[in-house]
C-alpha cells in the first residue's frame, strides 16, 4: 500500500527502530467510494445471501 501511495511510512532510527504509518491523501480520497459500497451492500445483503442459496442448492460444482 505504501508503494501504491495510499500509506505514508515514516521511519524514525531510534533505539529501538520506530516507524509509524498514516493513510495518505490519496486513500482518503477512496472514502466516498467505500462508503457508497457500504450502502450498496446493506441494500442488496438479501439479495446475494438469495443466491447463494440457490447456487449452493443446485447442485453446481462448488469452488
Known amino acids: 500500500m505504501e508503494r501504491d501511495g495510499l500509506v ?3 521511519y ?5 527502530p ?9 486513500r482518503r480520497s477512496l472514502g466516498p467510494l ?7 451492500a446493506e441494500t442488496n445483503l438479501e439479495h446475494v445471501e438469495r443466491a447463494r ?3 449452493d442448492g443446485s447442485g453446481a460444482p462448488r469452488g
Open 8 to 10: 505514508v511510512r515514516t
Open 12 to 16: 524514525h532510527p531510534e533505539v529501538p
Open 18 to 26: 520506530r516507524v509509524e504509518y498514516e493513510i495518505s491523501d490519496l
Open 34 to 40: 467505500f462508503a457508497h459500497l457500504s450502502e450498496w
Open 53 to 55: 442459496r440457490r447456487h
